[in-house]
């Protein structure tokens, strides 16, 4: 990926014309804000002494510790919009020591027990994709900082096509995940926006959640299985498909975020590869009405693969469409529903599914499902785009009971509309992910920008934060807790909560070595 934006570099492209002109005539006239270039990037001298580079080179090899300062910008925090401004504006205080990457679970067991020994912070990076300071280290009282690039851990381990599950390594990223189990005609099916960038680990770390959660559930549902490096050893997870053996300690590490130990290794669910993929457009009159809509289905059990819903703003500027933001819309709210494998199977749920979404009042859009699907993908190079003349972007998610749904979905509207009410806010929203007893919403914010915009988009997420606790909702339903949303998860899991997850971390990271300052209240 870019080290100050988002993907691959050839993709960024500056705003289409039409999306120019509403940009402009939403925030007024764009305003260039270019990108300090790498080479001029500050960042620390390395922390680390002599001897502990020497420790670190005898555990992987030499040629895999790097402390140059192209990998170690590299490596430096995630993808937030705020990564993001700090980034571009030269700002890269927060750079590793040194970057390692060991070749396999006995290698990272040695780092994580060397790095314990010798008060050496350790941050997992997969592929950098955190988008909640997940990858943002305390370095007061260690002796250094280390990124631990999982990249070289990249193979699938084993197939049980009986079973109908596969082992990976950690460092597999989305589509070589695909392009693995595809060989053996599998897939894994997870797919959330990240999922060209991010890594099997994160996603386990993260409890990620994908586009076609609807049909194949969260990531954590499809885990079955884990091998994680804690400082006092190694943990093997998951000898059955489920048990009564007490509680299930996979649960434990699943959102984990590195703080509890590093995952080597998740053991997933896997499907045949569908012959059939289709996306379907509809649209609504309301936010109500589909959202409305979209219970039905989740509680019918006729849900498609993949079902999401845009509200009136997202769908008028086409945001759900990245290719035609700025165009014209065809009005309401777009839903997309998919539906994914075999003809035989598919073709019954999309009758059964389109009647129900008829009668809720729907009327299908023909184009929006495989323009929709074409798109998918595209929709973070746009915030660099707008990062890039002067308008402030970026994303918060939550999650509650359908009961609760319409009254969070106000509140946090209004928490970031008051937030920002002197920069032209406006606040787009989608459900991405339903389940039978609610959804999550996900919001994408925009605003004139003001300086750096580090200390707008704070007060927005501080602001839409506290909303979301008075709610009653989750401070997260997939993008995790990280540096951002850990003031606010000891509201949520209340004291016990917070002291059965610090009891954990002290047993199993008695010195605190591990993603220091991330998850932990």
């Known amino acids: 990926m870019h080290w100050a934006r988002w993907g691959d570099p050839d993709q960024a492209a500056a705003l289409p014309e039409a999306a120019r002109g509403l940009v402009e005539l939403a925030f007024g006239p764009a305003e260039e804000r270019p990108t300090t270039p790498l080479a001029e990037v500050r960042v620390p001298e390395p922390a680390l002494a002599a001897d502990l580079l020497a420790g670190l080179r005898d555990l992987v090899g030499a040629d895999h510790v790097h402390i140059d300062h192209e990998t170690r910008v590299r490596h430096t925090r995630g993808k937030s919009t705020s990564d993001l401004l700090r980034m571009r504006a030269g700002d890269g205080s927060d750079a590793p020591d040194a970057v390692v990457r060991p070749a396999g679970h006995d290698e990272v067991q040695a780092l994580v027990g ?235 749920a999309r009758v059964v599914a389109s009647a129900r979404l008829t009668r809720a009042g729907g009327v299908r859009d023909e184009t929006a499902g495989p323009s929709w699907a074409a798109g998918r993908f595209h929709g973070p190079y746009l915030r660099d785009a707008m990062l890039d003349v002067g308008v402030l972007v970026e994303t918060l998610e939550t999650a509650t009971f359908w009961s609760g749904l319409p009254g969070l979905y106000r509140a946090v509207t209004a928490a970031v509309t008051g937030a920002l009410a002197d920069d032209a806010p406006l606040v787009l929203c989608h459900v991405s992910h339903v389940y039978p007893t609610g959804a999550s919403l996900y919001f994408t914010v925009a605003a004139k920008q003001r300086g750096d915009g580090l200390e707008q988009w704070a007060r927005a997420k501080a602001a839409a934060s506290d909303a979301i606790v008075a709610a009653g909702a989750t401070i997260t339903h997939h993008h995790a807790v990280g540096r951002d949303h850990k003031p606010w998860l000891a509201q949520e899991i209340g004291p016990v909560g917070v002291e059965m997850l610090r009891a954990v971390k002290e047993r199993l990271d008695p010195h605190g070595v591990l993603n220091p300052g991330v998850l932990i209240p």
């Open 114 to 348: 060397w790095c314990a020994e010798h008060r050496v912070a350790l941050v997992p990076f997969g592929g950098g994709t955190s988008v909640v300071g997940g990858l943002t280290v305390l370095r007061e009282g260690y002796a250094g900082v280390v990124s631990l690039d999982l990249g070289r851990l990249d193979a699938l381990v084993s197939v049980d096509a009986e079973s109908g599950t596969a082992v990976l390594q950690a460092g597999v990223l989305g589509p070589a995940a695909e392009e693995l189990l595809g060989a053996h005609g599998l897939m894994l099916g997870h797919f959330p926006q990240s999922y060209r960038y991010a890594s099997v680990g994160g996603f386990a770390a993260t409890r990620s959640s994908g586009q076609a959660s609807s049909g194949y559930g969260r990531f954590d549902a499809l885990v079955v299985g884990l091998t994680v490096a804690t400082p006092i050893g190694t943990l093997e997870l998951g000898s059955a498909p489920a048990s009564a053996a007490g509680p299930d300690l996979r649960q434990l590490v699943l959102g984990s975020e590195g703080a509890f130990g590093v995952i080597t290794s998740v053991t997933v669910r896997v499907r045949p590869v569908p012959s059939v993929k289709v996306y379907d457009g509809w649209r609504f009159d309301s936010f109500a009405a589909g959202t409305a809509a979209l219970r039905a289905l989740a509680q019918s059990g006729a849900a498609p693969t993949v079902l999401r819903l845009s509200d009136e703003n997202e769908t008028a500027i086409n945001l759900a469409q990245p290719d035609q933001v700025g165009g014209a819309s065809a009005g309401g709210c777009l839903m997309i529903a998919g539906f994914e494998g075999e003809p035989a199977d598919v073709e019954p």
